[in-house]
């Protein structure tokens, strides 16, 4: 089976997007004290080390193991395989659409993987910018997902005008 370019800048991107986050959280695991916080940029830019068991902002910790391992890792892998196999057959999607969704997918393989290995995902960022925009703390695979998805509303709003 002969790879065409296209299959090949996917499956780089969704490469890249895993090995940045699984080295990260290595990184984390390895050097950062579970529990700990510790300022990078005064209290704007905060670095941790938290096992968050549930999904965005822990939703879904609180589940049974049966819901938790349905929702959190068979739901997650059945749509990233969608998500896959649509970008590698539709032909029409631009090259940021297609970084987009192999981020997304990366992004998601990554958080997945932790489900699976370790239980739960290492979470290790916090923004505060003084209340204007504070957010959960994540990691890099939460970053390429949404980065992925902030690139595919920027796509869409390109393609209405066009």
Known sequence: MKLSRRSIFILVVIILTIAADQI?????????????QS????????????????????MGSDLNETLRI????????????????????EKSLDKWSLFAFASIIGGGIGNVYDRFVYGSVTD???????????????NMA??????????LVIASFRKKKK
């Open 70 to 89: 349905l929702l959190l890792l068979i739901l997650p892998i059945v749509v990233l395989a969608f998500v896959l196999r649509y970008i590698l057959k």
């Open 24 to 36: 990260s959280k290595i990184w984390i695991r390895a050097n950062v004290a579970p529990g700990s």
């Open 39 to 58: 300022k990078i940029i005064g209290d704007f830019f905060t670095l941790h080390n938290v096992e968050n068991t549930g999904a965005f902002l822990g």
């Open 124 to 138: 290790f960022w916090h923004i505060d910018l003084g209340g204007v925009l504070r957010t959960g703390i994540f």
């Open 142 to 151: 939460d970053l390429s997902v949404t980065t992925g998805m902030i690139i």
